[in-house]
């Protein structure tokens, strides 16, 4: 993985541009000599007929009158030049007073144009004042160029480690908050919109406020209310759980073993407010295989801890973290702590024996073998120990019933298998322990300090952060997360602008042809699966900032007609919340799918993108069209390279590893030919090879590349589109200005803002909960596994084959 540095000599003409002072002793030099070239032709060619004044002029009279004249035209051209240089100053340079970039503690405006941080290592010439047409000095793009240069180390060699060239300087400066897992380019922008968000929600309510904004700030006032939820304590909480059939481990002798019956727990939960999925996943969801209608969905247990902690047994540190936390919520509700250890490690046990009879990430990734409809009535023989219509519904109740043929489409037939077999051989007494205690967990958060102290030293354990985020961010996560349309409406009214929709959609279908273009041009793919990737590119839809649905304030009443909060009880807030939500997803079983749906697609105040495969559609939200990933005043490569690379990333989503089991409707289908579908595969496994081999050093793990290709696929795909539709930019358009005080030309710009977009900088416990149970690459392989398989970027840094971020085997599928 360290192969020894190769030769970059060459390389580096292109990274850095000097200015040689000996050349203003040369044009001196010369110019002195044409002087006195021409003095002697003078003197050849006049003739000296009368004596002049000069020659009536003794040696001294002469020399002195020399002197006087030299030290005239020496003045003269001072005076000049210091003109030309005063009048160059005022033309060229902005000046840095009152300059926003300087309140952010970035370099001031002569800072960046004048080599800001040469002292520092950073290698730029200072070159003084410049009015060079290439190089744009507005004051965005100096505060585009100050950000850059804040985050660069140019001392490591961009073909060794672009990530670290790229990023260096923000890995060595950025100290993560006590109150955060990581910092990155998302969390920057993040923090700035909770900032926006809050300034809308604590504004004083007008009478005539419309009811969609009135429960966002009742919701927020609830949480903020610090005062009564001291005063509740946890009486809340303990009214619920005696509600629900009380938590054995709290009632000790007097719980009822006869009373419980885990199907008769879930209908309670349904009604409380609380999640039905501990035992087994219920939802309504789109059919896979039509999608144009929804079907009812089982699937396999949520776990309170990732099942790939819990496979690993009692004895791995983060399962005896959450043992541990068990333990101590129970005996803060009440619990003798003594009892609590038995009784909750029989339960813990129960919750891994559901983790191993669940299906692992890297064996979810087939769709098709998730999807085995059956009847009620085949379910009901089949797995004779559940009523299934009962179960069904009871649970969807009001908003729908279902009958005896009823398709359901059941995810892991196996689990529910062995699920019976597991709950016949577990006593009710560990059953209710298990299922009690993930309703306390869920709802530990909306209690008093003590409890949530507890919570965090969890939280610590698990992801490394030791304090909460200040109260109002936290009060605004959970209602903009809880009201995202009430929420989103109120940031898309006040803070978005919107010529950046405009030339997002420019960009969006910019990368889109290019994207259509790479599918024409593909060697390995046949003619009849080459028409339906077209026909799937072309049938995309995009979804970008906000539906037009958000300004108006009688669609948004008519939404939250039914949702009543008030500001004295926060946790019922929360459970009326859940109520909601889960009412309006039952009630959509009978209705026809709208894949254009403005609600779907009305949750604008977000950093973040998506692409659906059912709906084959790509989504861009007011809230990451800002920031480090776009701007309508800086030079486009930067928006290209950033917003650019997110575009393209979820356009190729639609032809991942599980994107591309979905036709041009969003359908289920296999319209692969046998011989293309193998020739993916094998360049999947590229894929899946390289990124599986790479280590993070600070924690000792490898990459899972089996569950992170998706990503990775659409990583490597995106930049590819994004950086050719900048140069098809460029072809119509024109060359653009570089960025001052960086000798960078605008395709190596572009990579460096692409790079830029995953500066991340994670805790040891943040980084092995990525590596553990996610789907994305941590963000210095985001950059270094994209660029180093891109040809492109190799020739913009003249890249010697066989560097580290040029080697000769390379990955890509698309």
Known sequence: MNPEQPDFSNARTLHFRTHDDGDNVKEESSRSNRGKIFDNVYKMTTLDRNPTWWKRRSTLERGLTVIAVCGVLLCIALAVALGVLAANTMSCNVSSKNDPVNSEGLPSTADALNGYQQNKGVHVIDKGPSCDEDVCTTKECIYTASRLLKNMDPEVEPCDDFYDFACGGFLKSTIIPDDKTSVNTFTEISDELQNQLRTSIEEKSTPDEPKPFRLAKNLYKACMNKTIIEQQGLDPLLNILRKLGGWPVLEGDQWNENEFNWKESVYKFRQMGYSVDYFIDFSIGVDLKNSTKRTIDLDQAALGLSREYLSKGFDDKIVQAYYSYMIDIAAILGANKTDAKDELRESLEFEMKLANISLPNEKRRNATLLYNPMTVRELSKTYSSVPWKEYFNTLLAPSAQVDEEEVVIVSVPNYIASLEK???????????????????????????????????????????????????????????????????????????????????????????????????????????????????????????????????????????????????NYLEGILNLTLFGVEYSFSKLRKPVNKSDWVTHGRPAIVNAFYSSIENSIQFPAGILQGAFFSNDRPRYMNYGAIGFVIGHEITH???????????????????????????????????????????????????????????????????????????????????????????????????????????????????LRITTGFHSPGKFRVLGPLSNMEEFSKDFNCPLGSKMNPEKKCAVW
């Open 654 to 768: 639609g032809f991942d590893d599980q994107g591309r089991q979905f036709n041009k409707n969003g359908n289920l289908v296999d319209w692969w030919a046998p011989q293309t579908k193998e020739k993916y595969l094998e360049k999947a496994e590229c894929i899946i090879h390289q990124y599986g081999n790479y280590t993070v050093e600070d924690v000792g793990l490898n990459l899972n590349g089996i569950n992170t290709q998706g990503e990775n696929i659409a990583d490597n795909g995106g930049i590819k589109e994004a950086y050719l539709a900048y140069q098809e930019w460029v072809q119509r358009n024109h060359v653009e200005p570089k960025l001052p005080g960086l000798p960078y030309t605008p395709e190596q710009l572009f990579w460096i803002s692409a790079a830029n977009t995953w500066c991340s900088k994670y805790r040891p416990e943040a980084m092995k």
């Open 422 to 568: 597991l709950l016949a051989a577990t006593p009710k007494r560990v059953q209710a322990n298990y299922v009690m205690w993930r309703a306390a967990a869920s709802s530990v958060s909306y209690l008093t300090d003590e409890i949530r102290k507890r919570q965090l030293q969890y939280s610590t354990a698990l992801s490394g952060k030791t304090e909460r985020e200040p109260r109002w961010k936290e009060c605004i996560d959970t209602v903009s997360g809880s009201l995202a349309i009430s929420v989103g409406a109120l940031y898309v009214r006040k803070y978005f602008k919107e010529d950046a929709k405009k030339n997002a959609v420019e960009m969006v279908a910019d990368i889109r042809q290019e994207f259509t273009e790479i599918l024409k041009k593909v060697d390995w793919m046949d003619e009849e699966t080459r028409k339906s990737a077209l026909d799937k590119a072309a049938s995309m839809t995009s979804h970008i900032a906000y539906p037009d649905e958000l300004l108006d304030d009688e669609k948004l009443e008519q939404f939250y007609e039914k949702l009543e909060l008030t500001t004295d």
